[in-house]
Nanobody
């Protein structure tokens, strides 16, 4: 499966963005799908993951209540709604997928990655 993330940009603190991830090649809904981010000088970290049509959803503690992951299986798409943005949310955001990751929050568990989209939050 090929993934392409887009929707990043520059936004002021408190603002919102909606990231999208388009998938092609295989039926996306069969995969575990996640969002990760990597800030400058830091390791890639888990943001959120979704299984199937949302039968299970996981969030990192740092984004709970502000970020919402969703999927449109008919469009083979994955989304991340980001609200109440903070400067510390500045990072490159990546979408990822795998048939069955060993652990949904571990980047190395995912075999398929999008190219990333940059989110910059100004204070």
């Amino acid at each position: 499966v090929q993934l392409q993330a887009f929707g990043g940009g520059v936004v002021q603190a408190g603002g919102s963005l909606r990231l999208s991830c388009a998938a092609s090649g295989r039926t996306f809904s069969r995969y575990y799908r996640g969002w990760f981010r990597q800030a400058p000088g830091k390791e890639r970290e888990f943001v959120a993951a979704i299984i199937g049509n949302g039968v299970s959803i996981y969030y990192a503690d740092s984004v709970k209540g502000r970020f919402t992951i969703s999927t449109d299986n008919a469009k083979n798409a994955l989304y991340l709604q980001i609200n109440s943005l903070k400067p510390e949310d500045t990072a490159v955001y990546y979408c990822a997928a795998d048939v069955r990751p060993q652990r949904v929050s571990i980047p190395d568990s995912y075999g398929y990655w999008g190219q990333g989209t940059l989110v910059t939050v100004s204070s």
